[in-house]
């Protein structure tokens, strides 16, 4: 539960640094979190291809966390 509550916090968190980044221009930076595409291919019958990208407001993200995380003790 507490996962959930932090990607939440840090998911508002992104949103609001987007809406104040032209108040606020150092809440405008982004970072790259995930993996690039990775092709499994079984016995050339079957082919999946995994891969995940998030691209985060940083400050943002990371003030939505620590938000979450004082209201989950709480």
């Given at each position: 539960?507490?996962?959930?509550?932090?990607?939440?916090?840090?998911?508002?968190?992104?949103?609001?640094?987007?809406?104040?980044?032209?108040?606020?221009?150092?809440?405008?930076?982004?970072?790259?979190l995930?993996?690039?595409?990775?092709?499994?291919?079984?016995?050339?019958?079957?082919?999946?291809?995994?891969?995940?990208?998030?691209?985060?407001?940083?400050?943002?993200?990371?003030?939505?966390?620590?938000?979450?995380?004082?209201?989950?003790?709480?």
């Amino acid at each position: 539960m507490l996962v959930v509550f932090l990607a939440l916090g840090a998911f508002v968190g992104d949103i609001l640094g987007e809406l104040l980044s032209p108040y606020a221009p150092i809440l405008g930076r982004y970072g790259q979190l995930g993996f690039s595409p990775v092709t499994v291919n079984l016995l050339h019958l079957v082919e999946f291809t995994f891969g995940i990208s998030f691209r985060l407001n940083i400050l943002g993200a990371l003030l939505g966390g620590i938000l979450a995380l004082f209201l989950w003790w709480k």
